[in-house]
């Protein structure tokens, strides 16, 4: 840059050094406020830690009181986990504070420069001859201080989005057990509902066989409140209950299938194939922009 050092141009500089070190101040602000947020960070994991514990010994509990308070548990330990999550980010950067203070020390020297430089340039500029010349060198020198200068601080304001590291690390692994928990405590309340509803369930499979058997082939429908099963003007449509739900489970292994229906629905056919039953089902879902449907096939007898 071979311009002239017009007041101009001084101005131009004061109001860069003048936006810079408005965002030092609030970066540090946001470092100090962030550094707050960690305190009693690594006190909170210990008694998360514990709690955990607490939740595993009840998942394995033969009764719906106590897998009751085991899912209360579960659901109340990863509350505190999120809120947790949010003092992370303090605490990662505690590992850190001195090596940011002095970077951003250097950002403070930075800065210091420019206004010196910023100072001689403005009393330069007014000088004639071997004056504005010099102003020239203090303007190019100035702008090459601004640019490291906004890398600096480019580089410290990273630092708080970074989610790598020990403090990250151990709140993904206790939310990620968190709700492997939660997700064993469902598995148990189904299997002690599934105890106590064998007979239902023996009927409700039955119900189905017998349809598809009577009517040979048709299409089959299943959302999260009903089941319905259509072949030739002849219908079958009942409340997806609990008894009916575990019945087509035992017709066919449809547990992640049926699972995931609120967010999409299970559709199939069943028909004959070299001489047996056979049950087609797929799942269509919203995946983007496209409609994605898989289909698995299952024998009935």
Not at 10 to 25: H, I, N
Not at 56 to 79: H, Y
Request: proline share 2%; glycine share 8%; net charge positive.
């Amino acid at each position: 840059m071979s311009m002239p050092a017009t007041s101009g141009t001084v101005d131009e500089c004061g109001k860069k050094l003048a936006s810079l070190e408005a965002e030092a101040d609030s970066l540090l602000d946001r470092f100090v406020a962030t550094l707050e947020s960690g305190k009693g960070f690594h006190s909170s994991m210990e008694k998360i830690e514990g709690q955990l514990e607490a939740v595993k010994a009840r998942t394995a509990a033969q009764s719906e009181m106590e897998l009751n308070e085991a899912a209360v548990l579960a659901d109340k330990l990863l509350d505190e986990i999120a809120l947790v999550q949010k003092m992370a980010p303090g605490a990662a950067l505690s590992g850190v504070q001195d090596t940011w203070a002095g970077d951003f020390e250097q950002v403070r020297a930075s800065l210091e420069r420019m206004g010196t430089r910023l100072r001689r340039m403005k009393s330069s500029a007014s000088q004639p001859g071997a004056g504005v010349v010099e102003a020239r060198g203090l303007h190019l020198t100035f702008h090459k201080d601004a640019k490291a200068c906004r890398a600096r601080l480019d580089a410290l304001a990273k630092s708080f989005a970074n989610r790598k590291g020990g403090a990250h690390s151990q709140v993904l692994s206790a939310k990620k057990r968190a709700e492997l928990l939660r997700a064993s405590v469902g598995k148990s309340f189904e299997r002690l509902a599934r105890a106590k509803m064998t007979g239902k369930i023996a009927a409700a499979k039955g119900e189905i066989i017998e349809f598809m058997r009577k009517t040979g082939e048709g299409r089959i429908f299943v959302d999260h409140k009903h089941l319905t099963i259509t072949s030739n003007g002849n219908r079958m449509h009942v409340p997806l209950t609990q008894a009916f739900r575990f019945g087509l489970e035992d017709i066919a292994p449809l547990q992640k299938e049926l699972a995931k229906l609120g967010s999409s629905v299970v559709v199939g056919s069943y028909g004959m194939h070299e001489g047996r039953q056979v049950l087609r089902i797929g799942q269509r879902a919203v995946v983007g922009d496209s409609v994605v449907f898989r289909e698995k096939s299952f024998y009935l007898n």
